[in-house]
């Protein structure tokens, strides 16, 4: 079992930058890919970026592409986003996930285990 914390959220303008943190509960760097999604309200739940075990492997959605890192430190069992020139599309609730696996993948089911899930609100 993984406990995830997010942490980070808040309010940001158009432009602005936010670093989003999980922090496991547990070790993850030889077990879970790590994966962050968000939910804006009325709307389901998207992916938004993942990272393999090691960090060698990244995705991203199109829509945060070149915006948007995705980043970990295995010694400290945390994960982070970096998120940069935001819109104000990128509202939402963003949630950490992690899947007891090597591969990479975008589906929310295939994830084992969630945060709490942290406020981004951007205004234009």
């Known amino acids: 079992q993984v406990q995830l914390v997010e942490s980070g959220g808040g309010l940001a303008q158009a432009g602005d930058s936010l670093r989003l943190s999980c922090a496991a509960s547990?070790?993850?760097?030889?077990?879970?890919?790590m994966g962050w999604f968000r939910q804006a309200p009325g709307k389901e739940r998207e992916f938004v970026a993942a990272?393999?075990?090691?960090?060698?492997?990244?995705d991203y959605a199109d829509s945060v592409k070149g915006r948007f890192t995705i980043s970990r430190d295995n010694a400290k069992n945390t994960v982070y986003l970096r998120m940069n020139s935001l819109k104000p599309e990128d509202t939402g609730v963003y949630y950490c996930?992690?899947?007891?696996?090597?591969?990479?993948?975008?589906?929310?089911?295939?994830?084992?285990?969630w945060g709490q899930g942290t406020q981004v609100t951007v205004s234009s």
């Open positions: 996930a992690a899947r007891e696996s090597w591969a990479v993948l975008r589906y929310a089911y295939r994830y084992d285990y």
């Open positions: 990272i393999s075990r090691s960090a060698g492997t990244t």
């Open positions: 547990t070790r993850t760097s030889s077990t879970y890919v």
